[in-house]
C-alpha cells in the first residue's frame, strides 16, 4: 500500500463515476465539478485466482494531500477477465466454430475481435497457461480471402503465423494461439468444423 493512500471501500467509487476526456481542460466529474488539475494513473492489477481489480486514482489538486485508491470487489463476473474496456472469457469445451460462436452469444457476448498487439499480448499469455488453441470471431466463410470480425467489421490488424492464411482444405474460420506459432503472430486458418476451445468477448458496461 502506498503511503498516506486514503481507501474508499464503499460503492460507488470516484474511479469509476467519473467522466473525463483526454483534455485535461475539459475534464469533468459525473457530479459536473471541474478538477483540471487532476491525473489519472490507471492501474489495473489482476490477483491470480481472484477477481480483485485495484484501481488506484490520482488527484493533483490542493483539496487533497493524497491519493486515494480504490479497491473494487467482483468487477468481472466469475471467470471474466477485463482488458481495455472489454471483458474476456474462455471456453475450455472444444466445439466446432459455429457452436462456439452460439456459445458466446448465449452469454452475451461474440467471438473475440482483436484489433491490437497488445490485445493479442494478453491473450496469448492466457493461452499460453492453458496451452490452447481457441476460436475466435474471424472469417472468411462469406468471400474467399475477404475476412471479416462477426460485427462485420474488416480485418486492420493482421497477426497471422507465417504462410497464414493458406486455406488447406477449404479453411474459413480463424484459432489464435496457433500450436507451431512462437510469438504473437498466432493466428491460423482452421477448418470451422474442428473443435477447439474459444475465447468470448463483451464490452465492460461498468458496475
Known amino acids: 500500500m502506498l503511503p498516506s493512500v486514503r481507501v474508499l471501500s464503499h460503492l460507488p467509487c470516484l474511479v469509476w463515476t467519473a467522466k473525463h476526456s483526454l483534455d485535461q481542460r475539459t475534464r469533468v466529474w459525473s457530479d459536473k465539478k471541474w478538477w483540471s488539475r487532476s491525473t489519472w494513473i490507471n492501474l489495473t ?8 481489480q485495484t484501481s488506484l486514482l490520482n488527484f493533483v489538486v490542493p483539496k487533497f494531500d493524497s491519493p486515494w ?3 473494487v470487489k467482483r468487477l468481472c463476473p466469475h471467470r471474466w477477465k477485463y482488458f481495455n474496456y472489454s471483458l474476456y472469457y474462455i471456453v475450455t469445451e ?12 448465449q452469454k452475451g457476448a461474440g467471438l473475440a475481435i482483436i484489433n491490437s498487439k497488445e490485445e493479442q499480448v494478453r491473450e496469448r499469455e492466457r493461452e499460453t497457461e492453458r496451452d490452447t488453441e481457441a476460436w475466435i470471431g474471424l472469417t472468411d466463410a462469406e468471400t474467399e480471402g475477404v475476412w471479416k470480425w462477426v460485427d462485420d ?5 493482421k497477426l497471422w503465423w507465417t504462410g497464414e492464411p493458406n486455406n488447406y482444405r477449404n479453411e474459413d474460420c480463424t484459432i489464435t494461439g496457433y500450436k507451431n506459432a512462437n510469438s504473437i503472430f498466432s493466428w491460423a486458418d482452421y477448418h470451422c468444423g474442428h473443435p477447439v476451445s474459444s475465447i468470448c468477448e463483451k464490452r465492460f458496461t461498468g458496475l
Open 69 to 71: 485508491a480504490c479497491s
Open 94 to 105: 472444444k466445439k466446432r466454430w459455429s457452436e462456439s460462436k452460439k456459445d458466446c452469444e
Open 45 to 52: 492489477t489482476f490477483l491470480a485466482g481472484s477477481d480483485f
Open 153 to 157: 467489421s474488416v480485418l486492420t490488424t
